[in-house]
Antibody, heavy 120, light 108 residues
Framework: QVQLQESGPGLVKPSQTLSLTCSVS??????????WNWLRQPAGKGLEWIGR???????NYNPSLKGRVSISRDTSKNQYSLNLSSVTAADTAVYYC????????????WGQGTLVTVSS | DIQVTQSPSSLSASIGDRVTITCRPS??????LNWYQQKPGKAPRLLIY???NLHSGVPSRFSGSFSGTDFTLTISSLESDDFATYYC??????????FGGGTKVENK
């Protein structure tokens, strides 16, 4: 059974960079036809896809985030990470890491989510 | 970007009711439509992938279909565990992967 767990600061100051890590067990971030995603959900609102990394290391990002996003990985630790720069209060949300089945794009395993608040 | 319009945004239903939720994409997505259930404070859970395929462990009262321009999630007989918010998601054209706005199913 694949398990994902987000970790990182729960509070980030405006204009700084939000950094989160997703630790994966029960599966490899560098194997198979799989994508490793970041998504977020502001309180009381819907889901927004941030971006993803394929098992080969190729990345896709949501154009709406205007180049503020980068996703990287550490295959030795079986982890992948999110950096979101120049944050504002609008970036306050629960952030999820999640896996999708590359061919179908269905997100079948999710982390529990971590709340990140942007505030001074 | 492909937009997905989900309706209704909320509905009230009783145990045993048949519930339907609809999603209409802004262009053809060739069946690449998935459905999720989310309960408060929890991550979403995949219910159905590729229009009509039930994900592992999902009860058979959930089903998905497509007709014309609309994708539909149906709960054949609502149970207490089904009160939640439901989202559709297109996976045909990425980036970006896009979700519908959600449908909250409440107890009448």
């Amino acid at each position: 059974q694949v398990q994902l767990q987000e970790s990182g600061p729960g509070l980030v100051k405006p204009s700084q960079t939000l950094s989160l890590t997703c630790s994966v067990s029960g599966g490899s971030v560098s194997g198979g036809d799989l994508y490793w995603n970041w998504l977020r959900q502001p309180a009381g609102k819907g889901l927004e896809w941030i971006g993803r990394m394929y098992s080969t290391g190729t990345t896709n990002y949501n154009p709406s985030l205007k180049g503020r996003v980068s996703i990287s990985r550490d295959t030795s630790k079986n982890q992948y990470s999110l950096n979101l720069s120049s944050v504002t209060a609008a970036d306050t949300a629960v952030y999820y890491c999640a896996r999708d089945t590359g061919t179908l794009g269905a997100v079948d395993f999710w982390g529990q989510g971590t709340l990140v608040t942007v505030s001074s | 970007d492909i937009q997905v319009t989900q309706s209704p945004s909320s509905l009230s239903a009783s145990i045993g009711d048949r519930v339907t939720i609809t999603c209409r994409p802004s262009q053809s997505i060739y069946g690449y439509l998935n459905w999720y259930q989310q309960k408060p404070g929890k991550a979403p859970r995949l219910l159905i992938y590729s229009t009509s395929n039930l994900h592992s462990g999902v009860p058979s009262r959930f089903s998905g279909s497509f007709s014309g321009t609309d994708f539909t999630l149906t709960i054949s007989s609502l149970e207490s565990d089904d009160f939640a918010t439901y989202y559709c998601q297109q996976s045909y054209s990425i980036p970006p992967l896009t979700f519908g706005g959600g449908t909250k199913v409440e107890n009448k």
